[in-house]
Protein backbone atom coordinates (compact mmCIF):
# COMPACT_ATOMS: atom_id res chain seq x y z
CA UNK A 1 0.00 0.00 0.00
CA UNK A 2 2.50 2.39 1.21
CA UNK A 3 4.67 1.67 -2.07
CA UNK A 4 2.05 2.63 -4.41
CA UNK A 5 1.50 5.85 -3.12
CA UNK A 6 5.14 6.41 -3.41
CA UNK A 7 5.02 6.02 -6.78
CA UNK A 8 1.80 8.18 -7.51
CA UNK A 9 4.31 11.61 -6.14
CA UNK A 10 6.13 14.03 -7.79
CA UNK A 11 9.93 13.76 -8.51
CA UNK A 12 11.47 15.88 -5.80
CA UNK A 13 14.36 18.10 -6.49
CA UNK A 14 17.72 16.11 -7.20
CA UNK A 15 19.32 15.38 -4.00
CA UNK A 16 23.25 16.85 -3.68
CA UNK A 17 25.81 14.77 -4.72
CA UNK A 18 27.45 12.26 -2.84
CA UNK A 19 30.04 13.22 -0.76
CA UNK A 20 29.55 17.04 -0.94
CA UNK A 21 28.74 18.33 2.55
CA UNK A 22 26.33 22.02 2.51
CA UNK A 23 28.21 23.99 5.72
CA UNK A 24 25.47 25.53 6.33
CA UNK A 25 22.14 24.26 5.14
CA UNK A 26 18.76 25.41 4.72
CA UNK A 27 16.12 22.89 6.53
CA UNK A 28 14.55 20.90 3.44
CA UNK A 29 10.79 21.84 3.70
CA UNK A 30 9.54 18.54 2.67
CA UNK A 31 10.80 16.64 6.06
CA UNK A 32 9.96 19.68 8.14
CA UNK A 33 6.66 19.22 6.83
CA UNK A 34 6.84 15.37 7.14
CA UNK A 35 7.75 15.72 10.76
CA UNK A 36 5.46 19.00 11.58
CA UNK A 37 2.47 16.78 10.17
CA UNK A 38 3.30 13.04 11.17
CA UNK A 39 3.65 12.01 7.91
CA UNK A 40 5.70 9.30 6.44
CA UNK A 41 8.19 9.82 4.47
CA UNK A 42 9.43 7.61 1.07
CA UNK A 43 13.12 7.42 0.02
CA UNK A 44 15.97 6.16 -1.55
CA UNK A 45 18.96 5.27 0.51
CA UNK A 46 21.99 2.90 -0.35
CA UNK A 47 20.37 1.83 -3.37
CA UNK A 48 17.41 0.75 -1.65
CA UNK A 49 13.40 2.31 -1.45
CA UNK A 50 12.86 3.15 2.57
CA UNK A 51 9.74 4.01 3.85
CA UNK A 52 9.87 5.75 7.47
CA UNK A 53 8.65 8.11 9.97
CA UNK A 54 10.76 10.74 10.37
CA UNK A 55 11.23 11.74 13.99
CA UNK A 56 14.57 14.35 14.19
CA UNK A 57 16.44 16.27 12.02
CA UNK A 58 19.47 18.57 12.03
CA UNK A 59 22.89 19.11 12.04
CA UNK A 60 24.45 15.38 14.29
CA UNK A 61 28.49 15.83 14.13
CA UNK A 62 28.45 18.74 11.41
CA UNK A 63 26.69 16.47 8.92
CA UNK A 64 22.84 17.24 7.71
CA UNK A 65 20.93 13.96 9.54
CA UNK A 66 17.93 12.39 9.84
CA UNK A 67 16.60 10.37 12.79
CA UNK A 68 13.44 8.18 11.55
CA UNK A 69 12.05 4.67 12.38
CA UNK A 70 12.26 2.76 8.97
CA UNK A 71 8.62 0.91 8.56
CA UNK A 72 10.19 -0.53 5.05
CA UNK A 73 12.13 -3.10 3.96
CA UNK A 74 13.06 -3.32 7.67
CA UNK A 75 11.61 -2.03 10.99
CA UNK A 76 14.08 -0.11 13.48
CA UNK A 77 15.65 2.92 14.22
CA UNK A 78 17.99 4.21 11.40
CA UNK A 79 20.31 7.15 11.28
CA UNK A 80 20.07 8.90 7.52
CA UNK A 81 22.79 11.38 6.22
CA UNK A 82 20.70 13.47 4.11
CA UNK A 83 23.68 13.80 1.24
CA UNK A 84 22.74 10.01 0.63
CA UNK A 85 19.53 10.35 0.60
CA UNK A 86 17.43 10.45 -3.25
CA UNK A 87 13.89 10.42 -4.26
CA UNK A 88 12.68 12.14 -1.02
CA UNK A 89 8.80 11.97 -0.77
CA UNK A 90 6.36 13.20 1.58
CA UNK A 91 3.42 10.46 1.59
CA UNK A 92 -0.24 11.14 2.87
CA UNK A 93 -0.64 8.18 5.13
CA UNK A 94 0.35 10.03 9.35
CA UNK A 95 1.95 7.92 11.96
CA UNK A 96 0.83 8.61 15.66
CA UNK A 97 3.73 10.81 16.73
CA UNK A 98 6.99 10.12 18.94
CA UNK A 99 8.27 6.51 19.85
CA UNK A 100 10.12 6.02 22.92
CA UNK A 101 13.74 5.28 22.35
CA UNK A 102 15.37 1.76 23.71
CA UNK A 103 17.25 4.09 25.56
CA UNK A 104 14.91 6.70 26.92
CA UNK A 105 17.17 9.79 26.09
CA UNK A 106 17.11 11.65 23.01
CA UNK A 107 20.52 12.23 21.18
CA UNK A 108 22.79 15.33 20.93
CA UNK A 109 22.31 18.02 18.22
CA UNK A 110 24.95 20.34 16.77
CA UNK A 111 21.80 21.77 15.85
CA UNK A 112 18.17 20.44 15.62
CA UNK A 113 15.68 21.75 12.88
CA UNK A 114 12.50 19.48 13.71
CA UNK A 115 11.35 17.10 16.24
CA UNK A 116 8.19 15.27 16.12
CA UNK A 117 5.70 15.86 18.75
CA UNK A 118 4.54 13.78 21.11
CA UNK A 119 2.14 11.01 20.23
CA UNK A 120 -1.99 10.46 21.71
CA UNK A 121 -2.43 6.83 20.58
CA UNK A 122 -0.72 3.92 21.95
CA UNK A 123 1.96 1.84 20.29
CA UNK A 124 1.69 -1.86 20.17
CA UNK A 125 4.78 -2.64 22.90
CA UNK A 126 4.95 0.93 23.84
CA UNK A 127 4.69 2.31 28.08
CA UNK A 128 1.31 3.44 27.00
CA UNK A 129 -0.05 0.25 26.90
Given at each position: ?V ?6 LQ ?6 Q?G?M ?17 RL?G?RF???V??A?P??YG ?5 ETL?A ?12 E ?8 VL??T?PGS????S?K ?6 L?A ?6 EKWP????D
Amino acid sequence: MVRRKLARLQSPPKAPQSGEMNRNPTPDQRLLTAIGQKRLIGLRFKGSVRVAEPHDYGIRDGRETLLAYQLEPETGWRWFEIERMSDLRVLEQTFPGSRSAPSGKHHKWDRLFARVGASSEKWPGSPLD
